[in-house]
């Protein structure tokens, strides 16, 4: 993981691009008072651009709000380095789980101490920032400073259930249990009807806004898992 991090960290910011500053992660277009208008994504952007042209993601989350007019995929080729690194946070985690079986204590030390040094990675990275620091929290981007407030905050709501669940037995798992049978049916269903009331409506582009109304459709799709696991739907493939 360390490979990854550093090879991410290594384009993302000693990489020169053609017209923008070296290490430069913002939007273009109109951000940063619009000195940048064509460094949209920085090297992640660059790289995407040079290699696949224009059949790319045409229509980024910052297209509207700064009217860039480069095309920037979210999920292109340098943002698969700190993926992995989510994707092994999350290994680590069911790791620690499958392996201390017979020490519960043990195995909720390990996830609440993983989520402390992944917290602090992220404030120092960001310096407590929500965009400004050495590596600003970017879901775009995908930072590494991003994975590391994201990876903290799963391993502590991991730990949280785990000692809810598992160490106390105050809860038996669900909804989530019933939400994990229908993983499928559930994602394919929050994509098709992404845009639709009661999972979407029109609000104001703040965080506290976007926010509670993310937090509004994932219960409504819990509630969908639980109705269906009642019926004992399951779709799988």
Same mark, same amino acid.
């Given at each position: 993981? =360390?490979?990854?991090?550093?090879?991410?960290?290594?384009?993302?910011?000693?990489?020169?691009?053609?017209?923008?500053?070296?290490?430069?992660?913002?939007?273009? #277009?109109?951000?940063?008072?619009?000195?940048?208008?064509?460094?949209?994504? $920085?090297?992640?952007? /660059?790289?995407? &651009?040079?290699?696949? #042209?224009?059949?790319?993601?045409?229509?980024?989350?910052?297209?509207?709000?700064? &009217?860039?007019?480069?095309? /920037?995929?979210?999920? $292109?080729?340098?943002?698969?380095?700190? @993926?992995?690194?989510?994707? /092994? =946070?999350?290994?680590?985690?069911?790791?620690?789980?499958?392996?201390?079986?017979?020490?519960? @204590?043990?195995?909720?030390?390990?996830?609440?101490?993983?989520?402390?040094?992944?917290?602090?990675?992220?404030?120092?990275?960001?310096?407590?920032?929500?965009?400004?620091?050495?590596?600003?929290?970017?879901?775009?981007?995908?930072?590494?400073? !991003?994975?590391?407030?994201?990876?903290?905050?799963? /391993?502590?709501?991991?730990?949280?259930?785990?000692?809810?669940?598992?160490?106390? #037995?105050?809860?038996?798992?669900?909804?989530? &249990?019933?939400?994990?049978?229908?993983?499928?049916?559930? !994602?394919?269903? =929050?994509?098709?009807?992404?845009?639709?009331?009661?999972?979407?409506?029109?609000?104001?582009?703040?965080?506290?806004?976007?926010?509670?109304? =993310?937090?509004?459709?994932?219960?409504?799709?819990?509630?969908?898992?639980?109705?269906?696991?009642?019926?004992?739907?399951?779709?799988?493939?």
């Amino acid at each position: 993981m =360390s490979l990854f991090t550093g090879l991410w960290c290594a384009i993302t910011f000693a990489m020169p691009i053609p017209g923008c500053p070296t290490g430069y992660l913002g939007a273009g #277009g109109l951000a940063d008072d619009g000195q940048y208008p064509n460094c949209t994504g $920085g090297a992640a952007g /660059y790289i995407d &651009r040079l290699i696949f #042209g224009p059949n790319m993601y045409q229509h980024p989350t910052c297209k509207a709000l700064y &009217r860039t007019t480069h095309a /920037y995929d979210p999920e $292109g080729l340098l943002g698969c380095l700190t @993926g992995i690194i989510t994707v /092994y =946070s999350g290994v680590l985690a069911g790791h620690i789980i499958v392996t201390n079986k017979s020490s519960r @204590g043990g195995t909720l030390i390990k996830l609440v101490v993983l989520a402390g040094i992944t917290l602090v990675l992220g404030i120092v990275l960001s310096k407590g920032s929500l965009s400004g620091g050495w590596v600003p929290i970017n879901k775009n981007l995908w930072t590494i400073s !991003y994975v590391m407030i994201t990876s903290s905050s799963a /391993y502590f709501i991991l730990a949280l259930l785990y000692f809810l669940i598992d160490f106390q #037995g105050w809860c038996c798992g669900s909804p989530f &249990r019933s939400a994990g049978k229908n993983p499928l049916f559930l !994602y394919v269903g =929050s994509y098709i009807l992404y845009n639709y009331f009661p999972f979407n409506w029109a609000t104001s582009e703040t965080h506290g806004a976007l926010m509670a109304q =993310s937090i509004v459709g994932t219960i409504m799709w819990v509630l969908v898992g639980l109705y269906l696991d009642c019926k004992k739907i399951y779709y799988k493939i």
